[in-house]
């Protein structure tokens, strides 16, 4: 939500300080396209001279982005505030779709409406997700009533006996409508709990390996 | 504050026999003619094919055609009739489609004198429309940016754009994008103050030479930092939803992007382009045949497409998603 004059090199090409040279020279392409004066997406936007002037930032960054020493030594020089420099929501990907490429791509966590609801970040474990839930004034069976699933699995998934639940599959599946049912953002709830199951899992097959030898 | 709670809890519990509320997705444009209806029409029969229940509203009281999209021949009953008062409850305008799990509220035979519904009734139709018994409600707007269409998409932060690449599509998409924003932002704000200058700046050749919400922004966080926050938390909630109709090139393809950059750069309003639709003749067929592309060609490649952006509506949270896994 900053003004153009603040935005940083990377923001002005919409991209993020992690991109490849590749995604460089997309994301300057695309810009190029959006900002040219015939430009079906801009001209009605544009007052006089504004897109000319964007031209000559988005011709700047890309000099800078696109070479290697330049652009290392620019990098050393942002804040390294990741929160500052990163666009607001969504990690733009001004990647042009062909064909089959869109609506396929996961949808991006919607890293906003995630931090806002909690304060204290880090893993979804099952202990949060028992917070969020009494938070809301919910009893397991009230989730089990709208989730339709057997509320002795929402009771292992918050105490994590991690052995005593289904597969995976199924395990995400419960998580994410857990997580939509408290108000949480399922998928990227989903994600984050998955991660300590799925370690936990390897873990124990780690475990019984070494047992059988 | 646990008032809000409390009723934040029992939407979440849902109805009395555990039903969740509808998603209720707003269509609307700005212009005529770029496929809003035939796009509800077919995202509706999209999800009613998944085996979501779907009701599709026809908003256009004024030039209702959705019902025909939908093979609904005379509708008996219609939106009309709840404007007009001889029907309060609006689950009874539901009528069936073709389509198994797609109804249908039409809007035909609306009162020419009369056509709108005033505010209050608009308040009403709104709260009904929540109510509806279905997974989706999908509510295809009318044309144009008038006070009631802007309150219909401001029923909910999923909105839909429907574009055509064409230049006077794209002038209204941002018309509809500046009109929606500041409605909802006049609503924002606390002040009356900040309200008279919300007004003000909508009033596009205003004496301030405020043009966009970003300049809008600054002028009111200099003025009232509290309210300067109200305004970002305004403008990160609102996302509206951007498809493409009619693609024929990768030009095309491209200008869903261009435009979530300008929004982005000019606005400060993060669009989120859901997807396109490539130009086809068997939607054209479709229509003339009075039936959904997903009904009459599902092997269509617009009816492939659309079943993408179907898909993606869906992964952003369908009531009841995980009922088959129910153990």
Known sequence: MKPLSEQNHYEILETQPTATREEIERAYRMALSTYSDDSLAGYSVFAEGDAAALRERIEMAYRVLSDGRIRSEYDATLEVDPQESLPPAEPSAPLIPVGSAFGDSPLPLPADEFTHLDDDAGDFDGERLRHFRIRGGMEIEDIARVTKINPTYLRFIEEERFADLPNSVYVRGFVTAYANCVGLEGKGVAASYMRRFDKREKEFRKGRFFESR | ?327
């Open chain 2, 1 to 327: 504050m646990s008032d809000r709670l409390n009723r934040l809890a029992e939407k979440l519990r849902g109805g009395p026999d555990g039903s969740r509320p509808a998603r209720l997705i707003p269509v609307g444009g700005g212009k005529g003619g770029v496929g809003k209806s035939f796009i509800v029409a077919n995202l509706a029969a999209s999800l009613a094919r998944m085996g979501y229940r779907v009701v599709a509203v026809d908003g256009d009281l004024e030039g209702a055609n959705l019902h025909t999209c939908v093979g609904v021949v005379r509708p008996r009953v219609s939106l009309a009739d709840f404007v007009a008062k001889r029907e309060e409850d609006l689950g009874k305008l539901i009528l069936d489609t073709p389509i198994p799990n797609l109804r249908l509220i039409a809007a035909t035979d609306g009162n020419l004198a009369v056509p709108q519904p005033n505010p209050s009734r608009r308040v009403r139709l709104m709260r009904e429309l929540r109510e509806l018994d279905a997974d989706f409600v999908f509510f295809d707007l009318g044309a144009g940016t008038h006070a009631a269409v802007m309150d219909y998409f401001m029923i909910g932060d999923e909105g839909v754009i429907v574009i055509a690449p064409e230049p006077t599509s794209v002038e209204n998409a941002y018309g509809f994008v500046r009109a929606a924003f500041y409605r909802r932002l006049r609503l924002a704000m606390a002040s009356h103050d900040m309200r008279k200058i919300v007004t003000l700046a909508m009033d596009q050749r205003n004496e301030r030479g405020i043009r966009t919400p970003l300049e809008l922004l600054r002028e009111i966080q200099a003025l009232d930092p509290d309210e300067g926050m109200r305004f970002v938390e305004t403008m990160r909630a609102f996302r509206p939803r951007l498809i493409i109709n009619d693609v024929r090139t990768a030009d095309d393809i491209k200008l869903g992007f261009s435009i979530q950059s300008v929004c982005r750069k000019f606005f400060g309003i993060e669009a989120e382009y859901l997807g396109y639709v490539n130009h086809d003749e068997s939607a054209r067929h479709s229509v003339r045949a009075r039936r959904p592309l997903i009904d009459v060609y599902p092997r269509s490649d617009a009816a492939i497409y659309i079943s993408r952006i179907a898909r993606k509506l869906l992964a952003d949270g369908a009531p009841g998603e995980y009922r088959e896994d129910s153990i």
